[in-house]
């Protein structure tokens, strides 16, 4: 009897051995899924990273061409009633990818268009000059007797827009007061320049004074010459002649900025 109890312990004992050890083969499977799992996870490309992406301006990712960055948009040449000669008109348009100058673009059309043909003018031209992605736009109206008279149109070349005094003062780093004084500055050695051969007299010291005035540079147009530096056109007033002329002056460097007639 002792002996069937002692056996019927054993293999009692034997069955539970066994189903633990099942129970512990099966967790660790369990856990190696969860492990094999989440390894997985972690391991996949985020869609963030690759959805996430600042936009750039198509323009920025292209260099200009230079030979055609500006070109003429209409070029016309008309018989002057005035004079009984001849007058070339060359309006500008600045060729962007996307049209992004069109509103400029509208505009120097415009303005060209007003002003052909106008009786007694002997050119209606342009000058442009590019840098720091900056395409500066000098129109002139060209009259007898070395009278020009321009209008600048500055335009950046990432967006197609127009650019401020203000804001091409500030790619510069000054203050409307430094903007100010190196106006007076350069003004002031253009009209010694032009007339240093004139006697010292009251009416030399009443022009020279007007000129370095602070109203008469505030109306100075700014642009960027081909070698960066800021330039303007600046009134300059006058010995002989007309009373007034406008003038190119570098501000921030020694090239001399001319536009040939």
Known sequence: MKSRVKLATLLLAMVMLVAVTACNRSAPDKNEKKSSDETSFSTAPLRADS?????????ALYEPDLDNLVTDAVYELVKDSYNGGWSEYHIPKINLPNDLAENVNREMLAEGEKTLPDSGLE??????????????????????NDCDYYKVYNVSVDTGMRLTNDDLRQMYGLTEQQL??????????????YYSSFPHTADYVDQYNKTITAENVAGSMLFINQSG???????IYSMAGANTYWRLLNLTGTTPVEFPR
Not at 51 to 59: L, R, T, Y
Not at 131 to 142: G, I, M, T
């Open 51 to 59: 959805e996430v992406s600042e936009v750039v301006p198509q323009s």
């Open 180 to 193: 100010t004084d190196l106006l007076i500055q350069k003004a002031g050695q253009r009209f010694i320049e």
């Open 123 to 144: 050119r209606y031209d342009y000058f442009w000059q590019y840098a720091n992605r900056v395409v500066s736009v000098l129109v002139r109206k060209c009259y007898p």
């Open 229 to 235: 530096d800021l330039c303007s056109v600046t009134c």
